[in-house]
């Protein structure tokens, strides 16, 4: 479904409809390079999240992947301090996501913005 300008509305995906907070699985390193001559070197954070198939609901919207999301503390904990081979493991589509369109977009990205900060600091 496209707005009539040709654009995508935005999606907003939930596990229900109390929305309960998750977090993708995700990498950062500061990376420097140049990437203007005149700057010379400067330092750069790169962010990158991991991905999978996706289920039902994402694949309806984005057929190709999915973010991996990890849903409770234990997954949280895995990622952060296991070896890499223990915490892919958590490399796997959701069995149950729902969608719906957000009304409040603008308020959700001020959150996500201002946890992004918060685990940067």
Not at 18 to 31: E, N, Y
Not at 50 to 73: D, F, Q, S
Not at 92 to 97: A, F, I, S
Request: hydrophobic share 45%.
């Amino acid at each position: 479904m496209r707005w009539p300008y040709g654009t995508y509305p935005p999606v907003w995906f939930a596990f229900d409809e109390t929305r309960p907070l998750a977090f993708f699985a995700g990498i950062c390193t500061r990376w420097t390079s140049v990437r203007k001559v005149k700057e010379g070197e400067t330092p750069s954070d790169i962010f990158a999240f991991l991905t999978t198939e996706p289920n039902k609901a994402a694949g309806a919207i984005h057929p190709k992947a999915m973010p991996v999301i990890l849903t409770t503390r234990e997954e949280i904990d895995t990622w952060m301090t296991a070896s890499p081979g223990e915490a892919l493991k958590l490399q796997r589509p959701l069995p149950k996501l729902f969608h719906g369109i957000e009304n409040h977009l603008v308020r959700s990205m001020n959150t996500i913005f201002a946890m992004l900060n918060f685990v940067r600091a």
